[in-house]
């Protein structure tokens, strides 16, 4: 009796057992969503090794992250899996997953396209997944690397019509609960009506006043408080700023920090001449909610009258559209 006990109690959980070169001591956090709602579950490295346990019924997608944000791998976790991965924090496309079929898979998908991930080349990714898809259909891989890894702007239809091709089977609500949210929102009318004036939080418990009508090209960056995010993105703006007078080129930052205490710490080594304000609630904040933001970074550059110019993740090409614009 004791021995089938212990059975049973081993089926209804999963494990993750890791090996992460070169992250000391840093915390390892999984984030799953099982019975009904979000789930984190959070261990020491020692030496860079970890094991966590987490249950769901279902099979469910999996982020693993590290203490400062840094993501490590994606998953497909339920009950009875017994997970094991490699990594280095040095290359962390180059993983190695196993104890779990489609995590593995992922994995794989993630070393072979590599080079596209580290240049963030969204044609080349999506054509990857598209033939991933096309070739996986009844496979929850398929599922979780176009969730994840799918570059939706300017890529709307063909997300949509790389959704249908999955089986129903394996679309578990677990896997795409936000995937079709956020389609849609880049879908809707809201993605291109013109940027209205708004009010945000700034330094200071001051208020910050947004109205694209004040000068020639404004851009709207939301941005986590990870220095690591913040410091691929803050040159950019510095350099754009010594660019253009202020009535021709304004940057307004959003931060999504937690609250007011991180994002004031995440702002002080800035010394930033524009606005940088603070969105309570991340992109849920009822001023920004309804500009479908769908990841961070991103970038919306919008001219005198508010109309969308640009929406995306990358700086390069906002810049590239802001310097067009004003030449």
């Known amino acids: 009796m004791a021995a089938l006990l212990t ?21 390892v956090t999984v984030t799953y969503y099982a019975n009904g709602g979000l789930q984190r579950l959070s261990a020491p490295a020692e030496a860079g090794a970890f ?26 976790v339920k009950n009875g899996d017994k997970i094991k991965l490699r990594a280095n924090i040095d290359d962390p496309l180059a993983l190695d997953v196993s104890g779990s079929s489609p995590s593995s898979k992922i994995a794989e998908w993630m070393r072979d396209n590599a080079p596209a991930l580290h240049t963030r080349d969204a044609e080349a990714i999506n054509r990857s997944i598209a033939e ?39 679309r578990p609500t ?33 208020m910050v006043r947004y109205n ?6 404004s851009m709207l960056y ?14 950019r703006i510095r350099h754009l700023t010594s660019l253009y007078p202020h009535r021709r080129f304004r940057p307004v930052e959003i931060s999504t920090a937690p609250d007011s205490a991180a994002w004031t710490r995440s702002i002080q080594p800035d010394s930033a001449t524009w606005s940088q304000t603070w969105a309570p ?9 309804k500009l479908a933001v769908p990841r961070l970074p991103f970038f919306i550059v919008a001219d005198s009258t508010g109309s969308q110019l640009y929406r995306g993740s990358s700086v390069s090409q906002a810049e590239a559209v802001i310097t067009d614009r004003l030449k």
């Open 281 to 289: 609630g991340s992109v849920a904040f009822t001023a920004v909610q």
């Open 51 to 76: 094991r966590l346990q987490g249950i769901s019924a279902q099979p469910t997608l999996a982020s693993v992250t590290l203490s400062d944000g840094t993501p490590i791998a994606t998953l497909v």
């Open 7 to 27: 059975g049973c109690g081993k089926s209804e959980k999963f494990s993750i057992r890791g090996e992460i070169t070169g992250i000391g001591s840093q915390t």
């Open 132 to 170: 991933f898809v096309t070739a996986n259909p009844n496979n929850i891989a398929a599922t979780a690397i176009l969730v994840t890894e799918f570059r939706t702007e300017g890529y709307e239809q063909l997300a949509d019509s790389l959704f249908t091709l999955i089986s129903p089977a394996v």
């Open 174 to 206: 677990a896997v795409v609960q936000n995937f079709n949210t956020i389609l849609a929102s880049q879908l809707s009318n809201a993605t291109r009506a013109d940027l209205a004036p708004m009010n945000l939080y700034g330094r200071g418990d001051s």
């Open 222 to 235: 939301f941005i986590s408080d990870r220095r690591a995010a913040r410091d691929s993105v803050i040159p």
């Open 212 to 217: 694209p009508r004040n000068q020639s090209v």
